[in-house]
């Protein structure tokens, strides 16, 4: 009975000790997710255009592999989602095919292949961590959401003024677009979905349609 009982107290140390790690592995990853989601809705998308810096969502996305390369080493084993490796296998057959059929010349195949690809890899990874906000994250994210959309606003409205002003601070119409409903979903995802917040989702996202861009 002595044996049995050191036995379980072991087992149950081990299982809390395995517990910590991943708890503290999961923490460490929202905490960076969080810093890393901020910047790319800053510099990747507002400002993307106005620093006139063409790699920051390279920047992002390695960032993202960083965090996605501890999680995965950090679980014993290496559980890959399985829609995601069938989603490479598609793209390298088709990249693999291009090739052999000389569709354009390789640099334009790899290069496509590569913006293709990008979306998809970053998708599986944050869906592989699961990333959680706390509620004092999530506060603040909502909070410069509406920061962002009321600057979004102010450059909307200065179109009456200035018709190419659009051009002129984000490039073209169609990203101010994209910026209005990067800040409207972010915060719609960090809201807890009352009435008041899905109205609010919609007015925010309103404002997209002065870009002319009903896309």
């Not at 923490?27 to 993307?48: A, E, P, Q, V």
């Not at 992002?60 to 080493?73: K, P, Q, S």
């Not at 609010?200 to 002065?210: C, N, P």
Request: aromatic share 18%; hydrophobic share 50%; glycine share 6%.
């Amino acid at each position: 009975a002595y044996d049995i009982h050191e036995r379980l107290v072991g087992s149950e140390m081990c299982i809390r000790d395995r517990y910590s790690y991943k708890s503290m592995i999961q923490s460490l990853i929202n905490k960076h997710f969080f810093n890393l989601l901020l910047f790319t809705l800053t510099f990747g998308i507002l400002l993307y255009d106005a620093i006139g810096f063409d790699y920051t969502d390279e920047i992002c996305a390695l960032f993202l592999f960083v965090l996605f390369g501890i999680y995965l080493f950090s679980t014993s084993d290496w559980n890959f989602n399985k829609g995601f490796l069938t989603t490479i296998g598609i793209f390298l057959f088709y990249f693999c095919y291009s090739l052999y059929i000389g569709s354009n010349t390789k640099t334009a195949i790899i290069s496509d292949m590569l913006i293709q690809i990008k979306p998809y890899l970053a998708f599986f990874c944050v869906y592989s961590m699961m990333p959680r906000f706390s509620e004092s994250q999530k506060n603040i994210m909502k909070s410069i959401c509406l920061v962002f959309w009321f600057l979004l606003l102010l450059m909307g409205l200065g179109k009456a003024v200035e018709p190419r002003i659009l051009f002129h601070l984000m490039g073209h119409p169609a990203y101010y677009a994209a910026a209005v409903v990067c800040v409207s979903l972010c915060y719609l995802y960090c809201s807890k979905f009352t009435n008041l917040d899905k109205i609010t989702f919609v007015a925010l996202l309103s404002i997209g349609l002065i870009s002319g861009r009903s896309k």
